[in-house]
T-cell receptor, first 113, second 111 residues
Framework: DAGVIQSPRHEVTEMGQEVTLRCKPI?????LFWYRQTMMRGLELLIY????????DSGMPEDRFSAKMPNASFSTLKIQPSEPRDSAVYFC???????????FGSGTRLTVV | RKEVEQDPGPFNVPEGATVAFNCTYS??????FFWYRQDCRKEPKLLMS???SGNEDGRFTAQLNRASQYISLLIRDSKLSDSATYLC????????????FGQGTTLQVKP
């Protein structure tokens, strides 16, 4: 199993541009999570899906952020328009259970200049 | 007040030392507890779950004190490879799937 696959690994973009982060969960995992990590705030849950349905998006910072999961093998996190304060590492994780079996992807390091 | 609090450290210890980290959580309804490890510029990985009775995995021992709402991690005979950030993680009762992470405690083991 290739694990949770995220792309791109690094993204540098200018303020105001649209950014799309991608995630392929582990096959058979019913849960998918998007986290953001910064030095100031640590790891924060943005949104999670169960069987492709968004369950809790209370961590999404504002309307500029949106996430979709069109099928069991793919999810996107979009930021439009991006701002410098969005600079962070964005992790995707998937799990076969709501509590156990979490596996994180390698993350996308986003820099907005 | 943060939901999960940890001393960020860093803890600098020599090889072979025993080191302990503590973590406190604010919500008494928390039901599941874990320690994750994160290496520099890498993703977090599960180190061990924490059970009420305490549990051990080799050189690592985890303890839970529900009355005082804290969790501990003890590392014996520290190795250079133990250098990392250790994240305390809590899940609230009935809140399926939402891992709440502490800020992490950084450990640096020196030769």
């Amino acid at each position: 199993d290739a694990g949770v696959i995220q792309s791109p690994r690094h993204e540098v973009t200018e303020m105001g541009q649209e950014v799309t982060l991608r995630c392929k969960p582990i096959s058979g995992h019913d849960y998918l999570f998007w986290y953001r990590q910064t030095m100031m705030r640590g790891l924060e849950l943005l949104i999670y899906f169960n069987n492709n349905v968004p369950i809790d998006d209370s961590g999404m910072p504002e309307d500029r952020f949106s996430a979709k999961m069109p099928n069991a093998s793919f999810s996107t996190l979009k930021i439009q328009p991006s701002e410098p304060r969005d600079s962070a590492v964005y992790f995707c994780a998937s799990s076969w259970d709501s509590i156990y079996g979490y596996t994180f992807g390698s993350g996308t390091r986003l820099t907005v200049v | 007040r943060k939901e999960v609090e940890q001393d960020p450290g860093p803890f600098n210890v020599p090889e072979g030392a025993t080191v302990a980290f503590n973590c406190t959580y604010s919500n008494s309804a928390s039901q599941s507890f874990f320690w994750y490890r994160q290496d520099c510029r890498k993703e977090p990985k599960l180190l061990m779950s924490v059970y009420s009775s305490g549990n051990e995995d080799g050189r690592f021992t985890a303890q839970l004190n529900r009355a005082s709402q804290y969790i501990s991690l003890l590392i014996r005979d520290s190795k250079l490879s133990d250098s990392a950030t250790y994240l305390c993680v809590v899940i609230l009762s009935g809140n399926t799937g939402k891992l709440i992470f502490g800020q992490g405690t950084t450990l640096q083991v020196k030769p």
